[in-house]
């Protein structure tokens, strides 16, 4: 099957599947966009004439960040029809694939809350600690500071500091800190 004949059959599917709708470009692949934001792509199979392979897509590259989500994926006979094609597609790949969805979904907002505390706390000690420097990547934050003879870092996961260390510090200083810290992440 060639780009045109997939984005046709992506076009007609879509009026057999509830809630679906084609998103067809030119140059890019054919998608079928449903509710809750699922995205089904479809494929021709190179070395299987007349069949078409239908994957359920997660957003962003979900999948890369948040492990153990399934592929899910059917290959299909073309020749058979729109309907037909729907049909397998209802029957075979949706009721998987939307739970996996919507599982990636709640991790994803969990992971972003996560991240929003986490940027709060780091926020605050760079605040209470203005010559602090900030390291930053996918799931950690660490605060380095240095004031006067005092030094320490904080290294914060998720949503709650999980290390914290603070060298020649007097009480009022690790106290002040102590307390920012505990305000924040309650």
Known sequence: MNEWEIEELAIEVAEHLDGFSPLVRPGHPAYLTGPAGARLVVHPIWNQRGRIRVLGV???????MLPGLWRHEITVTAAR?????????????????????LACRERMAKRAAENGTRAEIAETLVELLPEASLTENERETVVRWRLDGASGSFTVYGDTTSAIEIRAADRELTERIAYAVQHRST
């Open 58 to 64: 997660y957003p962003g590259g979900s999948r890369g």
């Open 81 to 101: 029809g729109a309907k037909f094609v729907a049909k397998r597609i209802e029957r075979r790949l949706l009721p998987d694939y939307r739970r996996d969805l």
